[in-house]
């Protein structure tokens, strides 16, 4: 059931800021931040528009977050994110202790969880798979597009 302090509600979220991404030709990756039932931090990858291999989803709703609470610690908090972070994400996602982790889609390539252990803080509660099939979509979809336009040319 979907409720609007639901994990699904709070997955739709992050696509949305997926789908912002997708717009501007970034890889669609979308997270929210979540404390107290409450979306404290919305971001999208933003590598290209700001030239900056470190503008993930993950590490701009993290600054966005800790801002908010005015606290390097997000250990009451929650991240929705639609695509598992990478090793970079995952340490900052360490050093913030953010206290879960829900995650859409694996990625297969380059996620943390190919490394072991896993480089997430020890308390941070993790789970994979919400909406898991609009997360991967999102993704296929936008590199098959971007293989289309390779071959165009």
Same mark, same amino acid.
């Given at each position: 059931?979907?409720?609007?302090?639901?994990? +699904?509600? /709070?997955?739709?979220?992050?696509?949305?800021?997926?789908?912002? +991404?997708?717009?501007?030709?970034?890889?669609?990756?979308?997270?929210?931040?979540?404390?107290?039932?409450?979306?404290? +931090? #919305?971001?999208?990858?933003?590598?290209?528009?700001?030239?900056?291999?470190?503008?993930? +989803?993950?590490?701009?709703?993290?600054?966005?977050?800790?801002?908010?609470?005015?606290?390097?610690?997000?250990?009451?908090?929650?991240?929705?994110?639609?695509?598992?972070?990478?090793?970079?994400?995952?340490?900052?996602? /360490?050093?913030?202790?953010?206290?879960?982790?829900?995650?859409?889609? #694996?990625?297969?390539?380059?996620?943390?969880?190919?490394?072991?252990?896993?480089?997430?803080?020890?308390?941070?509660?993790?789970?994979?798979?919400?909406?898991?099939?609009?997360?991967?979509?999102?993704?296929?979809?936008? /590199?098959?597009?971007? #293989?289309?336009?390779?071959?165009? #040319?």
């Amino acid at each position: 059931m979907l409720t609007i302090h639901s994990d +699904a509600h /709070f997955m739709q979220q992050a696509l949305l800021q997926a789908d912002l +991404a997708d717009q501007q030709l970034e890889i669609p990756v979308g997270a929210v931040i979540v404390c107290e039932n409450k979306i404290i +931090a #919305r971001a999208y990858n933003q590598v290209e528009q700001l030239q900056d291999v470190t503008a993930h +989803a993950e590490m701009l709703a993290i600054t966005a977050a800790q801002n908010y609470l005015s606290s390097k610690y997000l250990d009451q908090c929650t991240m929705y994110l639609t695509l598992e972070p990478c090793t970079m994400c995952a340490g900052a996602l /360490f050093w913030s202790q953010m206290g879960a982790l829900v995650i859409g889609a #694996r990625d297969s390539k380059r996620g943390f969880s190919l490394l072991k252990p896993a480089p997430l803080h020890p308390k941070t509660k993790v789970s994979f798979g919400m909406l898991e099939a609009d997360c991967e979509a999102k993704i296929k979809d936008f /590199f098959k597009k971007m #293989r289309d336009k390779q071959k165009e #040319r």
